[in-house]
């Protein structure tokens, strides 16, 4: 199956510059910020430390957060040479590059300036906020696929595809909605169900860690590597795998001290 999508989903007339193109993947981007904050006012209660005013007025901040910490993470992970040769090139946001781990680092850095400065607890705004990210990395994935960006491996599944922009022209897996689905929906309900059982502060927190570090390395097997970098590691493993081992393990400890205070406030 031959998948050819313009990455443009349409133009706008702009005085004096012309046909303006909106791509798919920023609408993505529009999409993934408007569910989270939508979902995240619809299942916050109106008064309390997490409230719905209080999602309104951090989604700015995340957002900000998301957009400068992805874009320094890929510079830093994925182009430090080319930063090295023009260190200008991190502001040339037009040329594209976001890394979601470099993302992750910027939301919480905003987490922490937020909470600090409304005097919150760092982890309920996060663990509340950890239950709906997921909405926002599967629509991104989905802006990926139709972009025809991050292409997958070659196989010969009945399922592969050949992308219109892929050069080689080989059939291949559909990496990216293998990750909206991992990264999108099953984290989203597996996170939405577990937090209806209230768990410890913390435990929502560690729990997407955890489940993005691990769906994370397992659709990497599907996804060609980045050209200018290919294999890390005895040429086995991806840079997105490396960047999300200490994910499971930083999700690992803070499950582990979620439940250590819980038991010790209980006894």
Avoid: C
């Avoid at 706008?12 to 303006?20: N, V």
């Avoid at 193109?21 to 529009?30: A, E, F, R, T």
């Avoid at 926002?136 to 991050?150: A, H």
């Avoid at 990264?183 to 059982?197: R, S, Y």
């Amino acid at each position: 199956m031959i998948i050819d999508i313009n990455p443009v989903a349409f133009y706008i007339p702009i005085p004096l510059i012309g046909w303006w193109p909106v791509y798919w993947y920023g609408i993505s981007w529009l999409i993934a910020i408007l569910a989270i904050n939508y979902a995240a006012k619809v299942y916050a209660p109106n008064s309390g430390v997490i409230n719905k005013k209080i999602i309104d007025d951090f989604i700015f901040y995340g957002v900000l957060g998301a957009i400068i910490g992805g874009r320094f993470g890929y510079m830093f992970f994925y182009g430090i040479d080319n930063l090295m040769r023009d260190p200008v090139s991190i502001f040339k946001v037009w040329e594209g590059g976001l890394s979601f781990h470099g993302g992750l680092i910027g939301v919480l850095i905003s987490f922490f300036a937020f909470s600090k400065g409304r005097e919150i607890s760092f982890f309920s705004l996060a663990d509340h906020m950890a239950i709906f990210l997921p909405l926002g990395l599967g629509s991104v994935r989905i802006g990926n696929f139709l972009g025809g960006e991050l292409l997958g491996r070659p196989t010969g599944v009945p399922w592969g595809i050949i992308y219109s922009n892929d050069p080689l022209g080989l059939v291949r897996h559909p990496s990216q909605l293998y990750q909206a689905f991992f990264e999108g929906l099953v984290m989203f309900l597996i996170l939405f169900f577990v937090a209806k059982n209230k768990p410890p502060k913390m435990f929502l927190s560690g729990l997407f860690l955890i489940l993005y570090g691990l769906f994370r390395s397992f659709t990497e097997n599907f996804r060609t590597p980045d050209a200018h970098i290919g294999f890390d590691l005895f040429q086995t493993l991806t840079r997105g795998q490396l960047l999300s081992f200490p994910m499971i393990i930083f999700g690992i400890v803070i499950i582990y001290l979620s439940l250590k205070n819980k038991n010790a406030t209980v006894s």
